[in-house]
């Protein structure tokens, strides 16, 4: 196998992405304090097993075979691929009404830790604030927590799928071609465009997930 993937995609609006497109984060301000909640989009780890043989003789070796290179740039595949953005509107779609509970309570300590600044509340009252709004952060930390979690484990079993795919695509075009090793692009100091096959294989790709409908 060429992929071992390893976690799919913005559920809030608010997002950072890394040069391979792997990270999502969402910051949320809860009174006065920031929480932030890492997501981890719709992104795969490729590893390639590189096999070589070589033979000696006392007298002569026959000449080697020159191995048949192709390259790949999979951030590339991963973003293009008609399958990864359907994953990105069911995710968002699937935790949305927990984001938005989030928010709301979000908005409830918010109002609270201002009414109590502005001297709102007092004596008995005062003390009792004090403690609902210390049971929204603890409340709002403890949900968040397991929304990021439940996030991160349905964007793996997502990509998980997603890498299958894009191996299949791989090894098919690899057996077509009599390719002998697929590489990934972003660690190749220098290649040319006519060794990379990303766009054919987001085309096998695409074209599979038309046949599905």
């Given at each position: 196998m060429l992929i071992d993937s390893a976690s799919a995609h913005s559920l809030y609006g608010f997002v950072t992405d890394d040069a391979a497109g792997t990270a999502l984060q969402t910051v949320i301000r809860f009174n006065g304090k920031f929480v932030m909640l890492k997501k981890v989009l719709l992104a795969s780890a490729l590893s390639v097993a590189l096999l070589g043989a070589s033979a000696t003789s006392v007298m002569a070796a026959p000449a080697?075979?020159?191995p048949t290179i192709a390259v790949i740039n999979l951030p590339l595949i991963m973003t293009e691929i008609p399958q990864a953005k359907d994953v990105e509107k069911t995710l968002a779609k699937e935790f949305s009404k927990r984001e938005q509970d989030l928010q709301k309570l979000q908005q409830k300590g918010t109002q609270l830790g201002q009414d109590i600044n502005a001297?709102?509340?007092?004596?008995n009252e005062l003390v009792n604030k004090q403690r609902e709004i210390a049971q929204l952060q603890a409340e709002f930390q403890l949900k968040a927590r397991a929304l990021q979690e439940d996030q991160q484990k349905r964007i793996q079993e997502e990509n998980r799928k997603l890498a299958v795919a894009v191996q299949k695509a791989i090894d098919a075009i690899a057996q077509e071609r009599n390719i002998d090793?697929?590489?990934?692009?972003?660690?190749?100091?220098?290649?040319?465009?006519s060794l990379?096959?990303?766009?054919d294989v987001i085309k096998r790709v695409s074209d599979a997930a038309k046949k599905k409908k």
């Open positions: 080697a075979k020159t001297g709102k509340y007092k004596g090793l697929v590489l990934r692009g972003e660690g190749i100091a220098y290649t040319i465009d990379d096959i990303s766009s």
